[in-house]
């Protein structure tokens, strides 16, 4: 009988095009092995502009600062080599170090991948299909306690259909509809809150407007009036993310850890990664902007309820909290793609 090949300690391979799966992966073995004091301690290479020879040299290279480290390679399809470093480097990997290879469609006929699936950790990120995708909304569903009937569940994957992003982005609007009241949704409730067929969910605005993408915000509220989103819904999640990114700021300042700070920003654990993107978007504002920001927002959830026009009270709002600064700087910033 062959000898099975030696499983290679703290290396890890996530393979698949989700990339909602494999950040989540990611998220979780960073925080197992590091913790939240990630100061110095992750080090991300992409596979395009390195070779796995640099990568392994800086695996075996120690650092004089942290006791552990954690390499990441994304896109590590592209990463230019044979790969005999790192075959070497399964032998014999270093304790200390997490060593996270990201690939979307990895040669399995190439050795250096035969025997990284062979020895690593592996994770699969391809996208969930049938009772996969819904046993997945349904466990997701259950950590919220949001409570839906069979047929509501049925609803909300035909609408929105695999993409987890976009799932998890109506789970998100179908708990803000509940509320402090929960109770047991019905697929009429779930057409009415997740329906519209596929206008963009509100956590894109939520997050462009926290950056302070005065145009994409713009764009994404004209989108979502044109969909039939009600204007004080729309008003009501930028209000959320103006408050999200002043309490950023406030945990960032006391320096509070990282589990503590999305904890208090109220992230659910599936939704953890995003913190680091909030704490570099609330250090685009200051505590005067915030306060002008607030200021405009409240005055236009005065007139809206006034009957005021929706779409011009919500642009001037917009363009009073995230647009240009006082003095003429513009914080205007594309979204990178």
């Given at each position: 009988m062959a000898k099975a090949k030696t499983k290679?300690?703290?290396?890890?391979?996530?393979?698949?095009?989700?990339?909602f799966l494999a950040e989540e992966a990611i998220e979780g073995l960073l925080s197992s092995f590091l913790g939240s004091d990630r100061s110095d301690a992750i080090q991300v290479?992409?596979?395009?502009?390195?070779?796995?020879?640099?990568?392994?040299?800086?695996?075996?290279?120690?650092?004089?600062f942290v006791s552990r480290r954690a390499l990441l390679v994304r896109?590590?399809?592209?990463?230019?080599?044979?790969?005999?470093?790192?075959?070497?480097?399964?032998?014999?990997?270093?304790?200390?170090?997490?060593?996270?290879?990201?690939a979307v469609k990895p040669?399995?006929?190439?050795?250096?991948w035969k025997r990284l699936f062979e020895a690593a950790e592996v994770t699969s990120a391809e996208p969930l299909k049938g009772r996969s995708l819904r046993a997945f909304v349904a466990e997701r569903l259950k950590r919220r306690k949001l409570l839906l009937t069979d047929e509501a569940l049925d609803e909300l994957l035909e609408r929105v259909g695999a993409d987890l992003r976009r799932l998890m982005g109506e789970v998100e609007k179908l708990e803000a509809y509940v509320g402090d009241s929960p109770r047991k949704l019905s697929a009429e409730d779930v057409a009415a809150v997740a329906g519209r067929g596929f206008a963009q969910p509100l956590y894109l605005l939520a997050d462009a407007m926290a950056s302070r993408q005065v145009v994409r915000v713009l764009e994404l509220t004209d989108g979502l009036l044109e969909e039939g989103e009600e204007g004080l819904r729309i008003l009501a999640t930028l209000v959320r993310s103006v408050r999200q990114v002043r309490a950023a700021r406030a945990l960032a300042a006391a320096r509070l850890p990282r589990e503590e700070m999305a904890k208090r920003l109220g992230l659910p654990p599936n939704m953890v990664f995003k913190l680091?993107?909030?704490l570099d978007a609330a250090r685009q504002w200051s505590e005067a902007d915030l306060g002008r920001g607030l200021s405009a927002l409240g005055r236009a959830d005065r007139i809206l309820k006034r009957g005021a026009d929706v779409r011009a009270a919500l642009t001037g709002a917009v363009v009073a909290t995230c647009g240009p600064r006082p003095g003429g700087a513009s914080p205007e910033r594309r979204p990178g793609r």
């Open positions: 290679a300690a703290g290396v890890h391979v996530i393979a698949g095009p989700d990339s290479f992409r596979g395009e502009e390195t070779t796995w020879s640099r990568v392994i040299e800086a695996a075996r290279t120690g650092s004089l896109g590590a399809d592209a990463t230019k080599g044979e790969g005999d470093e790192l075959l070497s480097y399964l032998e014999d990997p270093t304790p200390e170090v997490r060593l996270i290879v990201l040669d399995k006929r190439r050795t250096v680091p993107g909030i």
